[in-house]
């Protein structure tokens, strides 16, 4: 069955430093998202993504966030400049419209972890 | 504004009873619903999603979820919980248009007993 898959499942990184987070969604969806879960908070909804643009961004999306899809099956999340509060689990998901509605399918996730 | 409210924060059952979790949105519109599931140090997977039709959905591992409108709920059901339910259940509403955001509630963690 096909899945979302991200890379690393771990990243530590010190404050400050440039970070990219690594999707892979599934194969024929076209919209992509990120989500961010701080420990022993709520999912959070970061950004949407379709057609190379973002479709959707939340406050938390600010400047220091940005997406990409640099090829054909890659989908990343670069936070240029982290903090100490951008220590979380990012989940990636992916979509296609099903029964007229879309279901988002999520990756394992990667846990960032600043110091 | 669009919230999910999962007023219980941990349940625990025993193994073999049933189990209720529940979940209440805030929405301005017909609202899309979804359970999703997330064992430890796993991602989160979809359980059962309500778009229309039929306001009582079946979704896999023998879960089910029944939409009430008057109510604002749609909480999630399993007449028998086994050892492995153990997780933390989210009620999430949105996703109507494409590239629409997923709000998600605080999540119900579920402990089984033997």
């Known amino acids: 069955e096909p899945e979302v898959t991200q890379t690393p499942s771990h990243q530590v990184t010190q404050m400050g430093q440039e970070v990219i987070l690594r999707c892979v969604p599934i194969?024929?969806?076209?919209?992509f998202y990120w989500y961010r879960q701080i420990l022993g908070q709520k999912v959070e909804f970061l950004v949407s993504?379709?057609?190379?643009?973002?479709?959707?961004k939340s406050e938390i999306f600010d400047d220091q966030f940005s997406v990409e899809r640099p090829d054909g099956s890659n989908f990343t999340l670069k936070i240029r400049s982290t903090k100490l509060e951008d220590s979380a689990m990012y989940f990636c998901?992916?979509?296609?419209?099903?029964?007229?509605?879309?279901?988002?399918?999520f990756g394992p996730g990667t846990r960032l972890t600043v110091t | 504004a669009q919230s999910v409210t999962q007023p219980d924060i941990h349940i625990t059952v025993s193994e073999g009873a049933s189990l209720e979790l529940r979940c209440n949105y805030s929405?301005?519109?017909?609202?899309?619903l979804f359970w999703y599931v997330q064992s430890p140090g796993q991602g989160l997977q979809l359980l059962l999603k309500?778009?229309?039709?039929?306001?009582l959905v079946q979704g896999i591992k023998g879960f089910e979820a029944e939409f009430k409108r008057s109510q604002s709920s749609f909480n999630l059901r399993k007449p028998s919980v086994h050892w492995s339910d153990a997780a933390e259940y989210f009620c999430?509403?949105?996703?109507?248009?494409?590239?629409?955001?997923?709000?998600f509630g605080q999540g119900t963690e579920l402990s089984v007993k033997p």
């Open positions: 998901a992916s979509s296609h419209q099903s029964s007229g509605g879309y279901e988002q399918y």
């Open positions: 194969s024929n969806h076209l919209y």
């Open positions: 993504f379709y057609n190379n643009e973002i479709s959707e």
């Open positions: 929405y301005g519109a017909t609202p899309y």
């Open positions: 309500y778009f229309s039709g039929d306001t």
């Open positions: 999430a509403v949105g996703g109507r248009s494409q590239g629409g955001k997923l709000i």
